[in-house]
């Protein structure tokens, strides 16, 4: 186990936290504490990032008093690598972010520009960008937003994002851009074996105000934007998530799936300009969406 956490710590840019220093809140009683177990359990991990073997909770040596630098080391010795929040917005500096696809027809400037005004580090593949997307690119990566995809992906670009999430990584998916059916059946192609698809017969089209109060993603929320989006259809087998619904039809799934996490909306209203100025559950909305589907890989929470 120990040697699990390690490696994950040196994979990526924002590795996983020991429960020992995770705050204990309410909220945070849910599907979201319940599996989180494969990295960080071991009760030596509470020493710091490095396996230094069965004496590293006294062999630790902090270099910094409050954590800063993203670079696979936990230098405050609290356990927890890379818990870096500089701006305290409870959303982790170290996060790397990848946009696939271009984003909706109205701009959608104000949500690039939070996210990395949070400290993240974003960058958006345009699907035209040339070949297909590699593992490689997703190097360093820790979330990925699936944004107006353009075509389909093929089958070597499902097994890697699959993969990515399995093996920790985190992605969100929007939809609902035009009502094509390629902009649900484009994503469904990634989303089929992670848990989830969209279902093109049910649209959805009035604020979503019938939340599960008992998800963390749920947290706070009010009324939300959704405007000519798709119903969001959970899939038998998989560890699914209702966290929103509209007229009974689900319009918000969360997933486990291997040690990552998936959450699906059925709109893409959330990442317009229009929305965000107006609409304070919105960015709150993407904040709880963050700060869940990241829980396993940053120590920073805002549960
Ligand atoms: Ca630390
Ligand atoms: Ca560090
Ligand atoms: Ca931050």
């Not at 995809?149 to 609902?176: C, H, N, P, W």
């Not at 989303?191 to 947290?219: C, E, F, M, Q, S």
């Amino acid at each position: 186990m120990k040697r699990l956490f390690v490696l994950v710590a040196l994979l990526s840019a924002c590795s996983s936290a020991s429960d020992a220093t995770e705050p204990s809140t309410t909220a945070d009683s849910s599907v979201a504490d319940t599996a989180k177990a494969p990295i960080d359990t071991a009760v030596e991990d509470t020493g710091g990032g490095f396996d230094l073997g069965p004496s590293e909770a006294s062999t630790c040596v902090p270099t910094e008093t409050l954590e800063t630098k993203c670079n696979a080391i936990d230098d405050d010795c609290n356990g927890a690598v890379d818990d870096v929040d500089v701006g305290k917005d409870g959303i982790c500096d170290c996060l790397g972010l990848k946009i696939l696809g271009t984003s909706g027809s109205l701009a959608a400037s104000t949500f690039e520009a939070w996210l990395k005004a949070k400290g993240t580090t974003t960058t958006r593949r345009l699907d035209s960008a040339g070949g297909p997307l590699t593992a490689a690119e997703l190097a360093g990566i820790d979330i990925v937003i699936l944004d107006r995809l353009s075509r389909d992906y093929d089958k070597s670009e499902v097994d890697v994002l699959q993969a990515f999430v399995k093996e920790g990584g985190a992605l969100i998916s929007m939809t609902g851009y035009d009502h094509s059916g390629a902009d649900a059946t484009r994503p469904n192609g990634i989303l089929a074996g992670l848990g989830a698809t969209y279902d093109t017969t049910v649209r959805p089209n009035a604020p979503i105000t019938d939340w599960d109060k008992t998800h963390p993603i749920a947290k706070d929320m009010t009324s939300v934007t959704f405007a000519g989006g798709y119903a969001v259809t959970p899939i038998t087998g998989f560890t699914t998530a209702v966290v929103a619904r509209s007229s009974g039809s689900p319009v918000a799934v969360a997933i486990e799936i291997g040690k990552g996490r998936v959450f699906v909306w059925g709109d893409e209203w959330i990442e317009y300009d229009s929305e965000w100025a107006t609409i304070p559950a919105i960015p709150k909305l993407w904040a709880n969406i963050f700060g869940w589907v990241v829980q396993r890989r940053c120590g920073v929470k805002i549960f």
